[in-house]
């Protein structure tokens, strides 16, 4: 006779617990992901925006891959986000999220006039910095 207390047994009665378990930490990291995106969007619109002489110091790019298997078809998508980092008058540096466009436009070394509001990037125009 077999017990219900035997390896398969109490791994039955443990995978629901382990199931809930791990399905709520998910759903709790899915809800801190949302409230974090939505008080930073939040607070870029709350702050002002400012234009101010800055120096482009580096450009990166950063690649994500995506897999999925959708009527046994097996596809893969790739997604660029570009960034460029100014330095302000003060030496204070900001990395900033930008399009591919103006990734491409933008060269190390350039001078000009951020504009930006809070963490959200608005433009840059090239120029020489005032004296």
């Known amino acids: 006779m077999y017990s219900d207390f035997g390896f398969y047994g109490g791994f039955t009665q ?3 617990i382990l199931f809930g378990v791990i399905f709520l930490i998910v759903a709790v990291m899915i809800v801190v992901t949302l409230i974090r995106g939505i008080s930073q969007w939040n607070s870029n619109n ?13 450009k990166r ?3 994500s891959h995506r897999h999925s298997n959708q009527n046994t078809m ?3 998508s790739n997604f660029t986000s570009y960034y460029a980092t100014f330095q302000v008058e003060s030496g204070d ?6 399009s591919g466009t103006e990734y491409g436009m933008l060269a190390e070394g350039d001078m000009g006039r951020l504009t930006f509001q809070g963490t959200r990037y608005l433009s840059f125009e090239r120029g020489s910095l005032e004296p």
Do not use: I, K, N
């Not at 709350?46 to 580096?58: N, R």
């Not at 540096?93 to 930008?98: A, C, D, F, I, Q």
């Open 74 to 76: 097996d596809t893969y």
């Open 14 to 16: 443990l995978f629901p």
């Open 46 to 58: 709350h702050s002002p925006v400012l234009t101010v002489e800055a120096l482009v110091t580096s």
């Open 61 to 63: 790019q950063e690649v």
């Open 93 to 98: 540096r900001m990395e900033l999220g930008v």
